[in-house]
């Protein structure tokens, strides 16, 4: 039987020792707005997947750093993680809970969708069906109240319900669950943590390595 493919997702948190050669051989590899995890994380970037709402998208496509950094010159895909129908419809309630957000919601696909365009490259906006499954996904492990999920966490879900191929490995480095107070990252680890136990996930780890070695 033919090997399946391996996909690196590739958060900005810390890379574990000896993860930037993996990344680097991955058969894809998917990292997130300034792409922080290059250099430590290797340098390979299939897929930048960027918040296309409120401050960091503006950042973004509001100077020329984002653009023609290395990693997105080589990337061949840009994915927006945010569906401009699912903020709207949070938009009161984020509002009314937390005023000082007001311009999360603010949607700026068509600037990344023009971007993609103009580059050559492919553009892809995960649904608001996936936010409303890791919404639902997140109830078990106790979810605090929050603002939205991670990014990390939609790529995730995105992966493994739209991309992933019978076979194929996904394997996570740079996920610190740590971060802006709006995700619950805690429950997010929770909840990484069971899709890694039920084997749809493996983590970049001191198991990893050894795991591949058996074929694992």
């Not at 109240?145 to 992933?164: C, D, H, K, M, T």
Request: hydrophobic share 45%; with cysteine; proline share 4%.
């Amino acid at each position: 039987m033919t090997a399946g493919r391996t996909i690196m997702i590739v958060g900005n948190g810390p890379v574990a020792d000896g993860a930037a050669a993996v990344i680097d051989a991955a058969d894809m590899v998917i990292r997130f707005n300034d792409c922080r995890s290059c250099g430590a994380g290797g340098v390979k970037t299939d897929i930048v997947a960027v918040c296309n709402t409120g401050r960091p998208a503006l950042a973004m496509l509001g100077g020329g750093a984002w653009k023609t950094s290395a990693a997105v010159r080589q990337a061949g895909a840009i994915w927006c993680v945010r569906s401009a129908e699912k903020l709207q419809a949070l938009r009161p309630d984020i509002e009314r809970h937390h005023p000082d957000l007001n311009d999360l919601c603010d949607d700026y696909t068509d600037g990344f969708r023009a971007f993609a365009k103009a580059t050559g490259r492919s553009f892809r906006v995960i649904p608001g069906s996936v936010h409303d499954s890791v919404d639902t996904g997140l109830k078990p492990f106790h979810a605090r109240r929050y603002v939205v999920p991670s990014s990390g966490l939609i790529v995730i879900a995105e992966v493994l319900a739209n991309v992933r191929l019978r076979g194929d490995r996904v394997v996570l480095s740079g996920f610190g669950h740590a971060g802006w107070a709006g995700h619950p990252f805690a429950a997010e680890r929770r909840y990484v943590d069971a899709l890694v136990a039920t084997a749809r996930l493996s983590r970049f780890d001191d198991n990893f390595l050894p795991a591949i070695a058996q074929g694992a």
